[in-house]
């Protein structure tokens, strides 16, 4: 497909993403969010919300969080990027599967990554990869920008396009307990990283993607291979089989 035509597919698909969103009542999705994924963790939904409840107690992460998304806000750059809706998600996941190794693509500012090192921290240790383009975000910002530094240490950042990189870091990585896709949201790009990540996703583990709502890809991925998930806000979370 010619790239312009793509590109304007993509526009497209953004379009009715937006669309789409503000039709969705984010209270109700975020109130459902221990039923959803007790469906698919080894969890009760108890379970679940005692993590969003220690979510929000997390003083030291609200904290350092909150200063350094006010810094970006006040540069006045991407401030979309710094919702913590969805992170949320990934901080409960990565409690209940005491997740250990992760690797994510897309960083930006972090947003993700501050919630799944956070968690990490209250698990007792563990190594977030990420990758991301060369060049870091917009503005003065550092890749990674909003993660506090007292869960930094288990940070690891890939410059390099996923295409490239994505393969050969999770052959040196190993078995993952958490694959997250936030980069390019272009079909044959997040086919190729779930089809790549797939393989590398420990027993038990979760191939996790944000931005499902773009398309059906990540629902008929999750299908075809078996994999029991749900979607909480604009997030996907499916595990493999034991």
Not at 59 to 66: K, N, P, S
Not at 145 to 166: F, Q
Not at 223 to 237: E, K, M, Q, R, W
Request: glycine content about 10%; proline content about 5%.
């Amino acid at each position: 497909m010619p790239g312009r035509l793509r590109d304007a597919i993509y526009a497209l698909r953004k379009a009715r993403l937006g669309l789409e969103r503000r039709r969705l009542d984010y209270g109700r999705e975020t109130d459902e969010r221990a039923e959803r994924l007790a469906g698919v963790l080894p969890a009760s939904v108890d379970e679940l919300r005692a993590y969003e409840r220690e979510y929000e107690n997390l003083e030291w992460f609200h904290d350092a969080y909150a200063d350094r998304v006010a810094e970006i806000h006040e540069a006045g750059v991407a401030t979309d990027t710094t919702h913590w809706r969805d992170g949320v998600t990934l901080y409960v996941v990565c409690r209940a599967l005491e997740v250990e190794t992760a690797v994510e693509t897309g960083v930006l500012f972090g947003s993700f990554d501050a919630h799944i090192l956070a968690a990490m921290e209250r698990n007792g240790g563990g190594t977030l990869h990420a990758v991301d383009l060369p060049g870091g975000p917009p503005g003065r910002f550092d890749y990674g920008h909003l993660i506090p530094d007292r869960c930094r240490e288990h940070w690891e950042l890939c410059e390099g396009d996923a295409l490239a990189v994505l393969p050969d870091l999770l052959e040196a990585v190993g078995p993952v307990d958490l694959f997250l896709h936030d980069s390019d949201h272009r079909l044959p790009h997040m086919r190729f990283e779930y089809e790549t990540a797939l393989p590398h996703v420990s027993p038990g583990g979760v191939l996790a993607s944000h931005d499902v709502r773009l398309s059906r890809l990540f629902d008929r991925f999750t299908d075809a291979n078996g994999l029991p998930s749900c979607v909480v806000c604009d997030t996907g979370i499916g595990r493999q089989s034991r």
